[in-house]
């Protein structure tokens, strides 16, 4: 049974390794149940952030989500809305929000370094009111947050911007067709308004050159 954040076997290792008080002090001190203003002014300005989710029958996975400067709103300081943008037809995450609900969220700033986790409740709708203000996205998740904390940064790599990607939807929702969609063979198995732009748009690849594309970060 949970005790407030930790159960049973947190308390265990906690106590093989003498650290309970600690454990407790810092639930105490850091984590709270809705966003101050420095996190909510800090995940407003994230370009990604890494999103964990539980299939149905209790699988954990983990996959990057990224966007434009402020694709993660901050409708108020329990209540996060971020976009799912095309992605590989898979709808993974989402279908795992849509069975469990259960989701983690990591904001990570690789340059300071700086890093926020939380915990939330997630629900999709395709007609969500909000979804005509994200351009390019075929769907907004509401993130109803439980717990917030900072997280010491310690063993975080310390990394340089580079670029944005420019897979990144437009204003008008408009991006490039990654890659991956033009290898040959792939057309038939993609939804039709894609195989229609890869006609459209006449360019196919190779596996073998997908493969290089791949390697080289251009997927």
């Not at 994200?134 to 907004?140: R, S, T």
Request: charged share 25%; proline share 7%; hydrophobic share 40%.
């Amino acid at each position: 049974m949970a005790d407030g954040l930790y159960d049973e076997h947190h308390r265990e290792l906690q106590d093989r390794f003498d650290s309970r008080v600690l454990a407790d002090s810092l639930e105490a001190m850091i984590v709270q149940p809705q966003l101050d203003d420095s996190s909510a002014e800090f995940i407003s300005n994230c370009e990604f952030f890494f999103l964990s989710t539980v299939t149905a029958d209790g699988q954990p996975t983990v996959s990057h989500k990224g966007g434009p400067p402020g694709f993660v709103r901050v409708l108020d300081p329990r209540t996060l809305v971020f976009p799912s943008y095309d992605g590989n037809g898979m709808f993974f995450s989402m279908g795992n929000i849509a069975a469990t609900a259960k989701i983690g969220m990591l904001f990570i700033d690789f340059e300071t370094p700086h890093r926020i986790r939380l915990h939330a409740e997630a629900s999709i709708d395709p007609d969500d009111a909000l979804l005509v203000d994200v351009p390019g996205a075929q769907l907004v998740v509401r993130a109803s947050i439980t717990d917030t904390f900072v997280n010491c940064p310690r063993y975080i790599v310390k990394h340089e911007r580079v670029e944005a990607s420019r897979y990144v939807p437009d204003a008008d929702g408009n991006a490039p067709i990654p890659a991956w969609k033009k290898i040959d063979g792939m057309a038939p198995l993609l939804p039709p308004d894609d195989a229609a732009r890869v006609e459209r748009e006449g360019e196919t690849i190779s596996l073998e050159e997908y493969g290089e594309r791949i390697a080289r970060g251009d997927g």
